[in-house]
């Protein structure tokens, strides 16, 4: 395990002093006060309201607290923070469950809606406590021994009988990929499991089966990846999948060549702080993301884009990294001296990115830098991970700053990965950029998909008639092209539909302040104009955001113009056009 355990005073004493007084503010300020406690009814709450967040808020706030103490505890020896990680840790053992409520499976098992402790869960929420538990006795284990004899016997019990034990005796999860469909579950837990085996089980016989488990898990989810690096869940699920294998991969001592998946954040970015995002992905992850594993990956792998994308993101002089991530990461940050000493710069942002496996295309006008109007269109289908209905949706940033958007996912609770998933107004395809045709959404599932597909570095052309529902569509051809001599980006959909009734809409989501005009409009910077303007009306839907998934990405509201093409008839054309406002 690349952390020293506090026995090494040389590493602990010289960790990043900024970080430690900002983890002191925090700890301090929670130091004396009650736990966050997560609450037998608001587990409960899932399958009565479809509430989850306010149970795993709880857990989460646990988790920053214990991650604070731990920090804390390895750096300075003060018995105040051990016995404050004392304390977060028999909490943990003491509670009920590790695992989330949206993942436990007792009510299908049991019919209970509380967790039945005699069968534990093994899911993400247990793998991360597992983990931290195991951090902390990799670290501070001589130091526990003197100050609270017992502690870690009861850490190795815990973990055992909840994380260890199903993990091999029970080997129907569905994250372990054996049914071909992986995702970011597998490396996510299998990791967890890692870390837990290198950290707390002596026996070598159990400790290599353990071993030998996780590294075919692992191999089932890296057989999946493809050889393009595309993340059909989006960026933020590359740092949950991609991320988290390759540091398994890390930690197994695995070399392998330069995987091509290291490079999707950057090949992804738009700008600052903005991606390019599909799926469940906000287009302004958290900046509070583990950088410094991205950095140390991209240094093993010999990968200078990557590390110069996560250099970018150091800000010197402020925190090397922060508890929300997770104990593990705190701990890595603080002890990766190279990291510390990390001096930021420009990312690469590549001139033209196309993913074949997931249709994905970027094209900006110049590599290296945001200005301008950056092009981003996908293709692909509508059964992926994280699925939203999107077939044909495409994005527009001005100087890395995304106008024309995919919104993003909300707070998920109980519908979002239940069979009213499509009932969420950010999984539709009438909230992406794309058309409703004769009154039809696209529908999910894999067959429905775009069809004819073609790419270049600036333009993709693909025909969405696979992704409706509908079997009057004979073709509808959109073609999407950045033309780099002008910095101006056109969208043309071509149709031809059989006879037939039924409101053919465009959509067109727009962040920020919009005004709205005959055939254009303008927002962030942009003019929008579309042609022919007759007959085709704009009418204006604002859409109020109340989750702060979605407005603390895009603020109080979101904008949508409906283009009505329907009085083009059944074979028509309209061509939209965006333009830098001078």
Request: with cysteine; hydrophobic share 40%; charged share 20%.
């Amino acid at each position: 395990m690349r952390v020293p355990s506090a026995e090494d005073r040389s590493a602990w004493t010289a960790v990043d002093q900024p970080t430690i007084r900002a983890l002191t503010d925090r700890a301090r300020a929670t130091l004396g006060t009650p736990w966050p406690t997560p609450l037998a009814h608001d587990f409960a709450r899932f399958h009565r309201d479809g509430d989850r967040d306010t149970y795993e808020q709880a857990v989460w706030g646990r988790h920053r607290r214990l991650a604070r103490a731990a920090a804390l505890a390895a750096v300075t020896l003060d018995p105040v923070w051990l016995d404050e990680v004392t304390d977060g840790v028999i909490l943990f053992c003491e509670q009920s469950t590790w695992s989330w409520p949206g993942h436990d499976d007792t009510r299908d098992r049991y019919g209970s809606v509380l967790p039945v402790t005699t069968d534990p869960c093994l899911d993400l929420g247990a793998g991360e406590v597992a983990a931290d538990l195991s951090w902390i006795d990799h670290v501070l284990g001589a130091h526990l021994d003197g100050h609270v004899p017992g502690l870690r016997a009861r850490i190795r019990f815990e973990v055992d009988r909840r994380v260890l034990t199903p993990f091999t005796e029970r080997r129907d999860w569905h994250w372990l990929g054996l049914d071909g469909h992986v995702h970011n579950w597998n490396p996510w837990i299998h990791g967890n499991v890692l870390v837990a085996t290198l950290a707390l089980v002596d026996d070598p016989q159990r400790r290599q089966h353990l071993i030998g488990l996780v590294t075919e898990g692992l191999d089932r989810f890296g057989a999946a990846l493809p050889a393009d690096g595309a993340v059909d869940e989006g960026i933020q699920y590359w740092w949950y999948g991609a991320c988290r294998y390759l540091e398994a991969l890390e930690m197994l001592g695995v070399t392998a060549p330069k995987p091509a998946v290291l490079a999707y954040p950057h090949r992804v970015h738009l700008g600052g702080f903005w991606y390019v995002n599909h799926a469940d992905g906000q287009a302004r992850p958290s900046s509070e993301q583990p950088w410094h594993v991205l950095h140390r990956l991209a240094r093993r792998y010999g990968d200078t884009e990557a590390e110069a994308h996560a250099a970018a993101r150091r800000r010197p002089g402020e925190p090397v990294a922060h508890e929300s991530p997770g104990l593990g990461y705190l701990l890595l940050a603080l002890t990766d001296p190279v990291w510390a000493a990390a001096r930021p710069g420009p990312s690469p942002l590549p001139r033209h990115v196309w993913f074949p496996s997931a249709q994905v295309l970027l094209a900006r006008p110049e590599a290296g830098s945001p200005a301008g109007l950056t092009l981003a269109v996908k293709g692909g289908h509508n059964g992926e991970n994280h699925n939203h209905n999107d077939v044909g949706s495409f994005i527009v940033a001005r100087d890395g700053v995304p106008v024309l958007v995919d919104p993003g996912r909300p707070t998920y609770t109980a519908q979002t990965f239940g069979p009213h998933r499509y009932e969420i107004w950010t999984m539709r395809s009438s909230w992406h950029n794309t058309p409703t045709i004769r009154g039809a959404e696209q529908a999910p599932g894999r067959e429905f998909a775009a069809r004819a597909v073609t790419a270049d570095d600036c333009s993709l052309t693909l025909d969405l008639a696979g992704a409706y529902p509908r079997d009057d569509i004979r073709g509808w051809v959109r073609s999407a092209r950045l033309d780099r001599a002008t910095g101006t980006i056109t969208i043309r959909d071509s149709w031809e539909l059989t006879p037939g009734a039924g409101p053919t809409v465009i959509h067109l989501v727009i962040a920020g302040e919009v005004t709205v005009s005959d055939g254009s409009a303008q927002a962030g910077g942009v003019t929008i104009t579309w042609a022919p303007a007759r007959p085709a009306p704009c009418t204006v839907v604002v859409r109020e955001l109340d989750d702060p998934m979605l407005s603390s990405v895009w603020g109080d509201r979101l904008t949508r113009l409906d283009i009505d093409v329907t009085a083009l008839g059944p074979v028509g054309t309209l061509e939209l056009t965006v333009k830098e406002t001078r």
